[in-house]
Structure formats: C-alpha cells, structure tokens
C-alpha cells in the first residue's frame, strides 16, 4: 500500500493488497472471527474504491487503510497468544474511519456480528416442514393476530394485545425449527413482546412497524404457502428483531435463551471504560509499528505466514 502511494498510484500493487485481504478475511471467516472478518472486508472495499480512482482524495482514504493494516494482524495475534475474546465493539472506530474516508455512512457494532449470522442462515437449507399444517394454522391464528394487533395499535388493552400476539408466534416457532430465518423471526418476535410486557424492552414506532411486517409474512403464509412467506421476509428484519432482544437487560427465561441461541450477549457497546484485555487488543505492539506498515501487504511471505498461524 506504501508503495501504492509512493509510486503514483501504481494500481498493480494495489490490486496486489486487495488479493492479499481477500485471503486474509476468507480465513477469519471460517473461524469465526466476526470483528477481524468485517474489517478485513472494509479494508478490501477501501482499496477497491482508490483502485477504482473514484475518490477525490485518495491519500484521506489511504490513512484509514495503513492504520487498519497495523492493527489488524497485531489483533489476531493477540486473540491467539492471549486467548482473549474477538471483540467486534474494539474495532468499530476502525471501521467507521474506512467507512467515513470513502463516504458511506458509519455502522452500529451489532452490524458487526448480526450481518453474518443472518446470512449464514439465510443460506441454510429448509428442512422438516410440514407445509400444509403450518399454511392451516397460519390460516386459523390470524384473525386472532388481528385483534391483538388492533389492541396493541389503538392502545386500547395493550398488554392483552401484546401478549395474544406472543402466544401466536409462540404458536408457531414449533413448526418453522426447519426454516432457520423464519424460525428466528417468530422466536424473536415472541421474545420482543415478553420484553414489552416486562419492560427490558420499550414500545417504539420502529417495533410496530416490526411486528407490522411479521404480519405481513403471517399473511402471506397463510394465503399462498411457505415460499411466498420466505419470499417477504428480509434478513434485515431478523437482524432488527435480534437487535431489540440483545439489548433488553432481564433474566427472563424466553429472552435469555434467544440470546443464547444466537450468541448475543457481547455484540453491544456499553458505557464501562475498556478493560485491561481490551487495552491490550487494541495497542499496537512496537514490532507492528515498525515493520507491519511498510511490508504487511506488499510481503507476500509475511502474509503468508499470517495465514498459516491462523
């Protein structure tokens, strides 16, 4: 990348990195390594738009891209030598400052995690589903669907709305466990209103239009099968409901296994200062400083070794 800068742009030591990160995210990918992975992947978008000369500043979106490259694999070698837990939240400035250098907009930590785990059960094969008894029952649990939505909506008994509403997806999680992202949405829909009723997890604007759209799917279930159903769920609607269920602090038995079930319990920031492991990930050590910028991507061998350590 140095050399990249140095040499007037030369797009062949630049496509040179880009193939290099291209390796280097497709192995913390398969070890699920989500917070190195998404940088990786930052990284990779970083050199392609100053490949691509589309930037107007190329040197503001270098910079970003050198201090990633220093922190990058000095923080896997950490995660192994100290067998410290991959904290996504620790790389997020990291992220955003690539991100802001090629003017997209900055990313919330959960983006981190919630991004590949949804897609990675979007690509899930279907399996064990009885398609016409859970067409029937979406057919028979709508119109109560209705009046607790009307309920909730209008305000008029919310929290009998709110919890008819979680005994219908309660009603269905048995019969979508082989369709893993529908599985998810009513599991954790089912989850969100147990945390409504409870208070771990505020009425918004955002979770009516939410559960609006789960409706949606409901319908679609019920009129046209399980293919039209999938067809109107987006993994982004999972990815907002897990969202909601992270960040809801109760001991409830519903809630927490969700949690579990999806692994997330560490993907959001809080207010405490970091801890001494934390400080440690994130301080580069005076061999990275030295050596890292200058070769880590132009040095095919020191890659390579990366690689073979990981």
């Known amino acids: 990348l140095e050399n990249y800068m140095e040499d007037k742009y030369d797009s062949n030591a630049l496509a040179l990195a880009m193939s290099h990160l291209s390796q280097v995210r497709g192995v913390l990918q398969m070890l699920h390594l989500f917070g190195a992975a998404y940088l990786a992947k930052e990284m990779q978008l970083s050199a392609s738009a100053l490949l691509s000369a589309d930037l107007e500043n190329p040197q503001e979106a270098a910079d970003p891209l050198l201090d990633a490259l220093i922190l990058l694999p000095d923080y896997i070698e950490k995660l192994e030598t100290s067998e410290a837990e991959d904290l996504p939240i620790l790389l997020l400035k990291n992220i955003n400052n690539l991100r802001h250098s090629r003017g997209d907009a900055p990313i919330e930590e959960a983006d981190l995690v919630l991004a590949d785990l949804v897609q990675n059960m979007v690509a899930q094969r279907i399996t064990d589903i009885d398609t016409h008894k859970l067409q029937a029952l979406a057919r028979q649990i709508r119109p109560k669907l209705q009046k607790g939505l009307l309920k909730w909506i209008s305000g008029s008994d919310t929290p009998n709305g709110v919890q008819i509403l979680g005994e219908i997806f309660g009603d269905l999680v048995p019969y979508v466990k082989g369709v893993p992202l529908l599985h998810g949405v009513f599991k954790g829909a089912q989850a969100i209103t147990v945390g409504i009723l409870d208070g771990s997890i505020q009425e918004e604007p ?105």
């Open 206 to 310: 955002q979770i009516k239009v939410l559960i609006g759209r789960i409706d949606k799917t409901i319908k679609e279930l019920s009129e046209h099968g399980l293919q039209a159903a999938i067809k109107v769920v987006l993994p982004e609607h999972l990815q907002d409901i897990l969202r909601l269920v992270a960040k809801a602090q109760t001991d409830n038995q519903l809630i927490t296994e969700v949690k579990t079930d999806y692994g997330l319990d560490n993907i959001f920031s809080n207010d405490a200062k970091p801890d001494d492991d934390e400080r440690f990930l994130l301080t580069p050590n005076a061999n990275a400083i030295s050596g890292v910028r200058a070769a880590a991507i132009m040095d095919q061998q020191l890659l390579g070794d990366f690689l073979n350590l990981h």
